[in-house]
């Protein structure tokens, strides 16, 4: 009995130090080192997508590390928003933070209640000194 205890024990702490049972943030407006920290974990972790809603060309001159580009001011943006996966826990920035703070607006009417924007944008990001990755 007590060695099937341990490895119960053991099991549940595993999972927990794996990032299986995660925290989530209460507010869905992140600031910078909060949004940083979860960047972060997302680098590990599959259950993450960064989500970049700036033009392709604002996205080339600079971007979050694994970001995606889905441009705000695409024609189809509704169309693509229904399409994600509604399971994955979404960081959000743009510029500023206006585009994004919109965009969370159009993802929780989607039905997707895991996002989270950077209050500040991209600008307070790399003005504060975070990395950046270019297109080469």
């Known amino acids: 009995m007590k060695k099937r205890i341990f490895i119960l024990v053991a099991v549940f702490s595993l999972g927990a130090a794996m990032g299986f049972s995660l925290d989530l943030p209460r507010s869905q407006n992140l600031p910078l ?16 997508v960064i989500l970049d809603v700036r033009t392709p060309e604002e996205f080339e001159a600079g971007f979050i590390e694994r970001a995606v580009n889905l441009d ?37 009417q989607a039905g997707i209640s895991k996002a989270y924007h950077l209050v500040g944008g991209f600008n307070e990001w790399q003005f504060n000194g975070y990395p950046i990755k270019r297109k080469k």
């Open 33 to 48: 080192k909060e949004f940083s920290h979860w960047v972060n974990l997302a680098k590990s972790n599959s259950s993450f």
């Open 72 to 108: 705000f001011y695409s024609k189809d943006i509704e169309e693509k928003i229904s399409r994600l996966d509604k399971n994955k826990i979404y960081l959000l920035y743009c510029r500023s933070g206006n585009r994004s703070g919109k965009f969370l607006n159009f993802m929780q």
